[in-house]
């Protein structure tokens, strides 16, 4: 237990619940990038994406693909469905993950507004091992938000500076 207070006398219990927390929650993530103008619609970049985010235990909304909330998607549907069925889905998610050449797209507004919305958003550039570390991020995050599991204060006030650390590095 790292801290200035000790460890609780149930962290047995609040170990237990934290890691039962850790493996049932996953984050819901916003895949966002370029679409227009790219050939395949750049399915493959967010193909790729959405597999490794996938491995990793995420939820994941792929604006180039049919979805389960989408099962009829059309590529070659109006320009303004697909941008009304992403603005929805980005309304929904935890987090937003940017692909390279995000900034010459409408990628870069949903970047934008998913600033203005609080959500954390991360870029491709830097890689998805970045990803493993996040997580436990949106984790702390949300615990520190929500406390489902009953923890003490002090121990909300620990994930608290857990996430405000990250957010920092």
């Known amino acids: 237990w790292r801290g200035p207070e000790a460890p609780p006398k149930d962290y047995r219990a609040v ?12 984050p819901y993530v916003y895949i ?8 395949s619609y ?11 985010l996938r491995r990793i235990g995420y939820r994941v909304f792929n604006p180039t693909a049919p979805g389960p909330r989408y099962p009829d998607y059309d ?20 987090v937003v993950f940017a692909l390279e050449g995000y900034l010459h797209s409408f990628a870069r507004i949903e970047v934008e507004m998913a600033k203005e919305l609080g959500l954390p958003v991360f870029y491709e550039k830097y890689g998805f091992c970045v990803w493993a570390l996040k997580r436990t991020h949106l984790l702390c995050r949300r615990t520190a938000k929500d406390n489902k599991l009953g923890f003490s204060r002090a121990q909300l ?9 990250l957010d920092d590095g």
């Open 15 to 26: 170990k237990e619940n934290l890691l039962k927390f850790i493996n049932d929650y996953q």
């Open 32 to 39: 966002a990038g370029p679409i227009t103008g790219i050939p």
């Open 42 to 52: 750049n399915r493959a970049a967010f193909a790729e994406a959405e597999c490794a």
């Open 75 to 94: 590529p070659e549907a109006p320009r303004e469905n697909h941008l009304r069925r992403g603005i929805k889905e980005l309304l929904e998610c935890d």
């Open 157 to 165: 006030v620990t994930f608290q500076r857990i996430a405000d650390e």
